[in-house]
């Protein structure tokens, strides 16, 4: 599997951006997307996830402001930010799996940069 992501960049604080991820090779149906994030000094850390035919999980400090959906037919997800903050800052990895014990799948990372 592989995964292309696009769609960071620099933006003030309250901005937007909206990430996506593509991923290729896939052979499973039932999968689960999403993306973490990881700050210079802080460990990676879970942003939002969705699964194919389940519901969506979101961190604490993005719920309500951030919203994950994907698009089956091609194989994406999408990260919609909104009401971006300073602290939001990091490199954005989206990543896929086939579900409990099977392998991670990552992204090469996307700078996302909110300025104050």
């Known amino acids: 599997v592989q995964l292309q992501a696009s769609g960071g960049g620099l933006v003030q604080a309250g901005g937007s951006l909206r990430l996506s991820c593509a991923a290729s090779?896939?052979?499973?149906?039932?999968?689960?997307m999403g993306w973490y994030r990881q700050a210079p000094g802080n460990q990676r850390g879970l942003v939002a996830s969705?699964?194919?035919?389940?519901?969506?999980i979101y961190a604490d400090s993005v719920q309500g402001r951030f919203t994950i959906s994907r698009d089956n037919s091609k194989s994406t997800v999408y990260l919609q930010m909104n009401s971006l903050k300073p602290e939001d800052t990091a490199v954005y990895y989206c990543y896929y799996n086939a579900g409990r014990g099977s392998t991670w799948y990552w992204g090469q990372g996307t700078q996302v940069t909110v300025s104050s």
């Open positions: 090779g896939s052979g499973s149906s039932i999968n689960f």
């Open positions: 969705i699964g194919s035919n389940t519901g969506t």
